[in-house]
């Protein structure tokens, strides 16, 4: 008799250090760096939702020309659960088995299909961003593409290096994309202006899989379908006080970006400003 385990996909854990960046109207940066990767290690069995996020605001300077700095703190997600991974809990609604070939055509069919709907996932996220902005008294942010392609730019090279941060290994981070792509779009809300944020999540097709304890054979595998992704984006987004703040936060625009590789990593970037 075989006897049949449940595990949980497993992934990268990163650990992140709180992030802080802000601009004042002299023009001066400040900027610290969070704690480098932990890089590599497979988390215990549990879904992988990986979450950080960044902000920039800068404040014009007042009345008699007294300069005000106002400074946001960011304290991106680390360690919740599962040596630094958020736990995501919708329940997969697809479940399929069978023999070796078959599971494999059918894991590579729901990895195609998502590939060929990020657009449309993008647009499911944008659309539950603004429900959650509405719910709190806010407008509604506008999809901007040039930001979105941004967005799109940078999860594709997390997921060709194979890193999950807001700074590439070079050290840019997204101030300096918006730079690179000439983007220079920004909200100003009386003396205060903000210049943009980031929020990233990593997740994957596959919920979670069945396998053979004896020989390690995947016995079947259960998927989660674009809603259901897009749902447990923003829930995680909005359970977590900084990414929380990115969505709140007064910008007026946003783009998201989703690249998804061969082996079923969903990188989604969404960038505001």
């Not at 736990?87 to 599971?103: C, I, K, Q, R, W």
């Not at 809603?227 to 990115?246: L, Q, T, Y």
């Amino acid at each position: 008799m075989r006897r049949r385990l449940t595990g949980r996909f497993a992934g990268r854990a990163v650990s992140l250090a709180p992030c802080h960046k802000y601009y004042t109207s002299g023009g001066a940066m400040h900027f610290q760096e969070p704690a480098p990767l932990s890089g590599g290690a497979p988390v215990s069995p549990g879904p992988l939702l990986l979450e950080c996020a960044r902000r920039c605001v800068k404040v014009k300077s007042g009345v008699r020309g007294a300069l005000y700095a106002a400074i946001v703190l960011l304290f991106a997600i680390a360690a919740l659960l599962a040596g630094g991974c958020l736990d995501a809990t919708v329940p997969a609604t697809e479940t399929t088995g069978g023999d070796g070939a078959a599971l494999e055509a059918e894991l590579q069919g729901r990895i195609e299909h998502v590939q060929n709907n990020a657009v449309t996932l993008a647009t499911d996220i944008h659309a539950l961003i603004n429900a959650e902005r509405a719910a709190n008294g806010l407008e509604p942010l506008q999809w901007d593409q040039a930001l979105a392609s941004i967005a799109y730019g940078h999860s594709g090279d997390m997921a060709a290096r194979d890193y999950f941060d807001h700074l590439s290994p070079e050290g840019d981070d997204f101030a300096d994309r918006y730079e690179e792509a000439g983007y220079d779009l920004e909200t100003q809300v009386g003396n205060t202006v903000y210049v943009g944020g980031e929020n990233l999540l990593l997740t994957n097709v596959v919920r979670s899989y069945t396998y053979e304890q004896e020989s390690g054979e995947v016995l079947e595998y259960a998927y989660s379908n674009l809603e259901e992704i897009a749902s447990e984006a923003v829930k995680g987004w909005m359970e977590s006080p900084d990414h929380r703040e990115n969505i709140l936060t007064p910008f007026t625009r946003e783009g998201i970006g989703i690249y998804v590789t061969p082996d079923g990593e969903i990188y989604i970037t969404e960038n505001f400003s």
